[in-house]
């Protein structure tokens, strides 16, 4: 049994963890982070790849759950919960967009964006209907009743965004959404994504390398090695002389996020 955490989440928290810990094979992917997500805030996860940050957004979207710690969604507790409830969490209360579309081909554009809602018994009228209106926002409305072959890669990720917003969700996680797109596209996806964010109350955690991207957040935690980077430790170096043998001005390198 998990024990209750020191200090309970903070009311103004939609998301919040502590002290996570995640490895990979054995190779650390998290060593004690904790972080804290407000009501309709956009925060980006920034870093190196290799830094923790998809790791760390996917145990905070129940993708997987964490070593040790803990994960709080509206102050319910999702480290305690068993593989079938964080899938019905996934589905019903947070969107996610990744680097790749990963869209259904048998589908058609708009059912592919319907699939949430399709996969929580939404009539077939009701979640078109919610479909076709985000396919409209982000100006591939009439690609609705086409399958995705017909669609360049830019646009299936219209579509993957759409997909993620379609059931309004309290959350949207983003997994370095904006990677595989020109400038151009970059800017749509995320001016789409930061004003349904900002009219629908709609929280949004980024994990991005990309400058542009993490500007549009109204904070960002940068990691480094699993860890935030200011509690990161500094690169490994060979032994030195002794202290008192060092020279005046030496200085120890460090990383920096």
């Known amino acids: 049994m998990v024990a209750p955490p020191e200090t309970a989440p903070p009311d103004n928290d939609v998301l919040w963890a502590r002290s996570l810990h995640y490895s990979h094979s054995g190779s650390p992917g998290l060593v004690g982070v904790s972080v804290g997500v407000r009501q309709g805030e956009i925060l980006a996860l920034t870093g190196p790849r290799g830094s923790g940050k998809t790791t760390l957004l996917r145990c905070l979207s129940g993708q997987l759950r964490p070593e040790q710690g803990e ?7 999702v480290h305690t919960m068993g593989a079938l409830t964080r899938e019905r969490l996934r589905r019903d209360r947070f969107g996610w967009i990744g680097p790749e579309p990963q869209l259904l081909p048998e589908l058609k554009v708009w059912e592919n964006a319907a699939l949430p809602l399709l996969l ?8 078109k209907h919610a479909a076709c209106e ?4 982000l100006d591939i409305g009439g690609f ?18 759409a997909r993620a917003l379609v059931n309004e969700p309290a959350v949207v996680f983003g997994d370095e959404p904006t990677a595989p797109l020109h400038r151009a596209e970059r800017a749509l996806l995320l001016r789409t994504l ?7 109350g ?9 400058e542009e991207t993490a500007a549009a957040a109204d904070r960002r935690v940068p990691l480094l090695d ?10 490994s170096e060979p ?11 030496q200085a120890a390198c460090s990383l920096s996020a």
């Open 120 to 127: 929580a018994g939404a009539s077939h009228r009701t979640a």
């Open 134 to 137: 985000w396919l409209e926002r």
């Open 239 to 249: 032994p030195g002389p002794p202290a008192d043998e060092t020279t005046e001005g």
């Open 194 to 200: 930061t004003t349904a964010a900002r009219s629908h």
């Open 202 to 210: 709609i929280t949004v955690v980024l994990a991005t390398h990309d």
């Open 71 to 77: 994960v709080w969604f509206n102050s319910v507790p």
């Open 226 to 235: 699993g860890r935030p980077a200011a509690t990161a430790p500094a690169a």
């Open 144 to 161: 609705a009743r086409k399958r995705p072959s017909a669609l360049n890669r830019a646009e299936c990720q219209r579509v993957a965004l």
